[in-house]
């Protein structure tokens, strides 16, 4: 199973008598934006210093600019980076950049981060006016790029669709030994895939890689520090950064925290039981605002309810309106991902309800705009790179038989998903890619203050993750959300976005602790 991270935008379900219709908003390609192109805005000279390359070797590199040009109603460019940065001699890649241009007076660049990690940074940036509010969208150039092995930027190609769909139609959590061969056999693919079609690459695609990269595209832009909004994974991204350029460090803002020092198990650990409070808060939700819960007359009935409807799948895939079914790993995943934000519970009580009603359309529309399929496959190849990305990051992965005796503390954390995330931990077993990047120990000494937004029932980044981000870096500023959903900036907080835009805008930082 992937760890879940919400990218994606779902944005609507419309009940029409007895169908179900959901309606999927999806951050597409630079290149499929529509609307008449606008021509690339005069270029600031750049700042003093800027071009100055942390060591001579990778001067070329340094001292390259951005060649902008239309991309529907964007710019677009490439930014040439040394696939090794110890060979800067050898091998490039060259990385997708997109830039929003600020719709008022710039004051500058600010890049954004979505997560994953394999989520695609352009789609994000070319989404500003969704995702960001109305001052920073009107002050800042938003530029976004796609991290390497990701999107456009030398994407990993690790399976094919047809091998894609299966690992993710497959029980997550295995009931058998016929289900755990098939899961060990679908979900190892992936990793051993990804060296098999370029071996370099995927002992190339590492945070410690991205950051130097960003390095590099802080240069290119023209600036001698980096205004920076990373979200989830993307977090650790900005804090992996900060750690390497502390002098770069500009206004950074990182949102719904991944603790640094935790190792694999606890990060499932944590996340079990993240999902586990998020569905809680929905179906108590569903108990206490309405005359008659679909689900039950009581929470633990409707988690129950739940749990039941996922193991019936298991056992009986259900019909929809395509040529595909929806089985039981379609179904987590259709799930979850309409935990991360409480405005998406409503659609999914109608998939829900369509799904106990024997329709599993939307329920299983909702898993592909999870994994970015679309009808004729998937539109980029951010469930192959969260593997690559995590896998090279860190390849600890627990042999299959070994499983059985964890199960009992990821039930305790999450008695709906606990098998599901106990399960993941054999993700990278076969891991075959080694990264020379040795791990960091992260507290961004000397870096300008670097503000921390947590959200207390996060479901994919516990609150505690935020509280330990920010204690561990020196100069971080926690700003909490009390809500649901993942990631607290633009999440519909007065507060948490006054914070925010106020640092970014003028300076002025927030308090350590403020509490929204």
């Not at 600019?65 to 040439?80: I, V, Y």
């Amino acid at each position: 199973m992937r760890r879940v991270v919400a990218w994606v935008l779902v944005v609507a379900l419309v009940l029409s008598g007895l169908g179900v219709v959901v309606g999927l908003v999806v951050f597409r390609d630079a290149g499929d934006t529509a609307g008449p192109p606008e021509q690339p805005p005069t270029e600031a000279a750049p700042e003093e210093g800027s071009a100055d390359a942390p060591d001579p070797t990778l001067d070329r590199f340094y001292g390259q600019r951005l060649d902008w040009s239309a991309c529907g109603e964007h710019q677009c460019s490439r930014l040439t980076v040394p696939l090794d940065y110890e060979q800067p001699d050898g091998r490039t890649l060259d990385l997708a950049v997109l830039r929003v241009p600020a719709s008022g007076r710039p004051q500058g660049s600010l890049v954004v981060n979505p997560g994953g990690p394999g989520a695609p940074g352009t789609a994000y940036a070319a989404a500003a006016s969704q995702v960001l509010g109305d001052a920073l969208v009107s002050s800042f150039d938003v530029v976004g790029f796609d991290p390497r092995g990701t999107g456009t930027s030398a994407p990993v190609d690790c399976v094919t669709d047809a091998e894609l769909d299966a690992f993710l139609a497959s029980d997550p959590s295995p009931d058998d030994r016929a289900e755990a061969d098939r899961f060990l056999q679908l979900s190892g693919a992936i990793p051993s895939g990804c060296a098999a079609d370029d071996a370099d690459l995927a002992a190339h695609v590492s945070t410690v890689e991205a950051a130097r990269d960003m390095d590099v595209l802080r240069s290119a832009l023209g600036h001698r520090q980096l205004d920076y909004l990373g979200k989830s994974y993307g977090t650790k991204l900005g804090a992996t950064y900060a750690e390497l350029f502390p002098d770069q460090v500009g206004r950074f803002v990182l949102d719904g925290a991944l603790d640094p020092t935790l190792s694999t198990r606890e990060v499932n650990l944590g996340q079990a039981e993240g999902f586990e409070t998020a569905l809680r808060a929905y179906v108590s939700n569903c108990v206490e605002s309405t005359d008659s819960c679909y689900l039950g007359d009581s929470v633990d009935e409707g988690l129950a309810r739940i749990s039941d409807f996922i193991t019936e799948v298991d056992a009986r895939p259900l019909p929809t309106d395509g040529d595909r079914e929806l089985a039981v790993g379609n179904a987590f995943y259709g799930i979850a991902v309409t935990l991360y934000d409480r405005r998406y519970w409503t659609i999914l009580s109608g998939a829900l309800r369509a799904g106990l009603d024997g329709d599993g359309t939307a329920l299983l529309g909702l898993s592909d705009a999870y994994s970015s399929r679309g009808p004729g496959g998937y539109t980029d190849n951010s469930s192959e790179a969260f593997v690559a990305i995590n896998c090279l990051d860190d390849p600890f992965a627990l042999p299959a038989r070994r499983i059985p005796a964890q199960v009992p503390a990821f039930r305790e954390a999450s008695p709906t998903f606990g098998d599901v995330f106990a399960w993941s931990l054999v993700g990278c077993l076969d891991q075959e890619a080694e990264s020379i990047e040795e791990p960091l120990d992260i507290d961004a000494a000397g870096a300008a203050p670097i503000v921390v937004v947590g959200t207390t029932r996060d479901p994919a980044t516990p609150y505690a993750w935020s509280e330990a981000l920010a204690d561990q870096l020196e100069s971080g500023v926690l700003v909490s959300r009390d809500g649901d959903g993942h990631t607290g900036y633009h999440a519909g907080n007065a507060c948490v976005d006054g914070a925010v835009e106020g640092f970014y805008l003028d300076g002025t930082v927030p308090d350590d602790g403020l509490s929204c």
